[in-house]
């Protein structure tokens, strides 16, 4: 008989409580645009929009989906991560910065709220668990190499998932790159 390790009902558990989120959200209607088309049409993800494409990763966020991507902002992306030589990094850096799954903020705070210990962890689609808890008023996401970013700016729902916007990287960029 196979036993299921607690550790692993984590993610599980997180995301069938964010659907407990209440209709807090019904106010937010998702637009018809994709987490691509919003990416590359928002000035304030230019950097993002151009390591999307060089990953090559702007065909996946114009599909079907749901995904969640915490954007970082443009000032965060300090190394040159659109340098056609770094299109590994660039997958790195996008999987470390998507969830499956459409996440508000609503259901991420309803997590929290939920969650012992009052924090909640949701994997990336590189295999990591980004750790979320509350600092104040403010929700905190911690990376497992210490990186810690804070949602900031409006989230977009789109019709394959949820734009969050954070303040930093989600990946130390010396992880990104190699």
């Keep these: 008989m196979r036993t299921i390790m607690p550790w692993a009902l984590a993610p599980l558990a997180v995301l069938l409580l964010a659907g407990c989120g209440g209709g807090q959200t019904a106010h937010l209607a998702p637009t ?3 987490l691509g088309a919003t990416v590359q049409a928002d000035s304030a993800h230019a950097a993002l929009a151009r390591v999307v494409t060089n990953a090559g ?10 995904y969640t991507l915490f954007a970082p902002p443009d000032a965060a992306l300090k190394v040159d ?15 470390a910065h998507l969830a499956p ?5 609503a259901d991420i705070s309803s997590a929290i709220d939920h969650a012992p210990g009052k924090s909640a962890q949701i ?3 590189s295999g990591e668990l980004l750790t979320f808890t509350r600092q104040g008023k403010d929700i905190i ?8 970013a804070r949602l900031t700016g409006a ?24």
């Design 32 to 34: 018809d645009k994709t």
């Design 57 to 66: 990763l702007d065909v996946a966020l114009a599909g079907v989906g749901p």
């Design 81 to 95: 991560f659109a340098d056609a030589a770094m299109k590994a990094e660039d997958a790195a850096l996008l999987r």
């Design 101 to 105: 799954g459409t996440l508000t903020r």
């Design 123 to 125: 994997r990336t689609l």
């Design 141 to 148: 996401v911690t990376a497992p190499d210490g990186a810690h």
């Design 155 to 178: 989230e977009s729902l789109v019709s394959n998932g949820a734009l969050q916007p954070v303040d930093a990287l989600l990946l130390n960029p010396d992880a990104a790159q190699g």
